[in-house]
């Protein structure tokens, strides 16, 4: 252990000193890990030192050894905060923000043209909203629904006007499209809240429903039950682009920080949270995950992007 501590030791001694010195150090301490620290010490130095100089001259190599390893520890650790810093920088991404009403087809054209705005100017990872399609509401959920095929081959375009568009979008633009949500009609009958993911070619790459209901009573403000007509995901999501595997979440799932591991855990390097927040809980929430969940994935997704609805947290 202590012979492979000492080859490290010379090495980096290589680095910032002529090549003799550097291998006349490695042999002292290569001899070392073989016949022992006495005789060796002993040989390096050239003279009859007491057991005691011995170790001294033993601890002071050790504390160089240290101190030039946590130098090197050090410098990776700003190369490897470097090259992230510079993918994040180079990521194409795009994060929209629209408008939804009631008209169901109004929202779907203002979905394509916040699309198309982003992929115009350089975007390649577009993120809409969740429930781009819907007014965020209960009642509104079950009424604007509609099914979600598994493959673009199974699309009907006529019962499935949402995922038309999005399939449609994102292979004229030429983009990874992460749908925001829609409320999906599953074909078990329950409604979903569900995050559609395209390829650049058009097609369907992954789809995720929401693991997390927000469910919230605040007396006086306001009460708000997406299990009233929602019914929960119990699936993770990712998918793979040229730029890494990236894990798509749906607003209050951010809030459960285990998911999130589990999908950093899976390879993931970049997590997107499509989401709506009301105006009662939102601030509160923002307020919580700015100064609890950033920190939490600064902690626990070393080296992983996180897309929180229109926040980036580089981690």
């Known amino acids: 252990m202590f012979s492979i501590a000492a080859r490290r030791f ?13 291998w006349k150090v490695a042999g002292c301490f290569a001899t070392a890990g073989v016949i022992g620290t006495s ?18 001259q033993m601890a002071e190599s050790t504390a160089k050894i240290e101190s030039l390893l946590s130098a090197e520890k050090a410098v990776k650790d700003l190369e490897r905060k470097a090259v992230l810093q510079s993918a994040l920088n180079e990521i194409p991404l795009a994060l929209c923000q629209m408008h939804v009403g009631a008209d169901k087809e109004a929202n779907l054209k203002n979905a394509r043209k916040a699309v198309n705005d982003a992929a115009n100017k350089g975007a390649r990872i577009i993120s809409l909203p969740e429930c781009f399609n819907s007014p965020y509401d209960t009642s ?26 999005l399939l449609d979008v994102a292979k004229s633009c030429g983009v ?18 569900t995050c ?48 890494g595997r990236i894990g798509v979440g ?24 499509p989401g709506a927040f009301n105006m009662t ?4 929430h ?30």
Request: one cysteine or more; a neutral charge; charged letters at 20%.
């Open 10 to 22: 010379a090495r980096v001694i290589a680095k910032q000193q002529q090549p003799s010195n550097a």
């Open 39 to 56: 005789s060796t010490f002993a040989t390096c130095s050239g003279t009859s030192s007491s057991k005691t100089e011995r170790l001294r």
């Open 140 to 165: 509104c959920f079950p009424k604007y629904a509609e099914p979600i095929p598994n493959t673009a081959g199974e699309l009907d375009p006529a019962v499935s006007p949402s995922t038309a568009m």
């Open 176 to 193: 990874y499209l992460v749908g925001g949500s829609i409320p999906e009609r599953g074909s078990d009958g329950n409604v979903y809240n």
């Open 196 to 243: 559609i993911i395209v390829s650049p070619e058009g097609e369907i790459i992954g789809k995720h429903r929401k693991m997390h209901l927000f469910d919230i009573d605040v007396p006086g403000k306001i009460t708000f039950k997406e299990s009233d007509t929602l019914s929960a995901g119990n699936t993770f999501t990712t998918f793979d682009t040229e730029y």
């Open 250 to 273: 749906i607003c209050y799932d951010l809030r459960f920080p285990e998911q999130s591991m589990l999908m950093r855990a899976k390879g993931c390097k970049m997590l997107i949270f």
């Open 281 to 284: 809980t939102g601030p509160a």
């Open 286 to 315: 923002w307020y919580v995950d700015f100064l609890g969940f950033h920190f939490t994935l600064l902690l626990l997704l070393p080296g992983c992007i996180c897309c929180i609805s229109l926040i980036i947290f580089f981690c």
